[in-house]
């Protein structure tokens, strides 16, 4: 973290009590951020978190499948850091969602729920996030944390991949649309990372996942959360737009 200097950013993170996020935050904290970061029910995860960083790094729980909670924690954010310079949609769920099931209603129920939480959440903190930005005149950046199954598609979780290429999407136009305010956006495709949201597929499957990758190793929650540092400071402000795979290979576009 040398290299990267966040002294002065104030940070909000979805979903930052454990794996990815968790990484994440301690990759934002140690370049000198200050980071509010959400959790929905590990609150004894995050509790831990904030002790072992201690200053500049506050927790507040969110439920992102509540609409109405969202304008809250961003003026949370706001109120507790004093603005907001960055935003890392991070948090998200998935679940098998089978094309062979006899279920119609189920299978629009996985649609609905997936979508609710992975776009249309990270949609409206973006908004949020960017009316922020505007009104302070500063810039921002936002930094969406999207999948590998956005590209190459999922046999069991369809659902899934179509909410992370959606969030992809959802990227570029912010690119695009906000470049003269001084905003930048970025998405972060990791493969199987070692996490608490992949490890029953791992438990169960964890020999041929490896097999896929070159180096044969699965990646950390470590390798994601140096790249999103990255991505938060100025150094990448040129690459706006773009997404970058972190998958060690296994799916190369």
Known sequence: MALLDLRGKRVLRTGGSQGIGAAGVRALHAAGASVMFTYRSRSDLARALCSELGARVVAECLDLADAD??????????????GIDVLVNNAGIFAENKFDGDDLAAWRRGWQRTFTVNVFAAADLAWLAIREMRRARTGGTIVNVASRAAHRGELTFADYGASKAALINLTKSIARACATDGITAFSVAPGFIATEMAAEALASNGAAIAAEIPSGRIGSAADVGGIIAFLASPLAAYATGTTIDVNGASYVR
């Open 69 to 82: 909670a969202l304008p809250r924690i961003v003026e949370r954010c706001v109120a507790e850091l004093g």
